[in-house]
Nanobody
């Protein structure tokens, strides 16, 4: 079992930056690919970015150039650096984990509770 706890969300103005953190515990962090998803009000949850133990990362085109995913394996933590935030980035952001190195497609097995990001225009 893997436990995931997100932090770092908040209310910011458009153009600002936020860094989300997700602390993992319970299993060997190095065996897991980690990802960020988000769900805006009235919309389905969507994939944002993922990274594996080897630091191979994938970020969706809609946020590429503004969002960066990274991980600190020594701290069992994955980060999502979000710059130049826009009102359409407003959502609950979820951290997720799955066993193995795959960073594109597929399902995730473990989920955090989410952290709210609100961007005012």
């Amino acid at each position: 079992q893997v436990q995931l706890v997100e932090s770092g969300g908040g209310l910011v103005q458009a153009g600002a930056s936020l860094r989300l953190s997700c602390a993992a515990s319970g299993r060997t962090f190095s065996n897991y690919a980690m990802a960020w998803f988000r769900q805006a009000p009235g919309k389905e949850r969507e994939f944002v970015a993922a990274i594996n133990w080897y630091h191979t990362a994938y970020v969706v085109d809609s946020v590429k150039g503004r969002f960066t995913i990274s991980r600190d394996n020594a701290k069992n933590t994955v980060y999502l650096q979000m710059n130049s935030l826009k009102s359409e980035d407003t959502a609950v952001y979820y951290c997720a984990a799955r066993l193995g190195p795959r960073v594109v497609g597929g399902e995730y097995d473990y989920w955090g509770q989410g952290t709210q990001v609100t961007v005012s225009s």
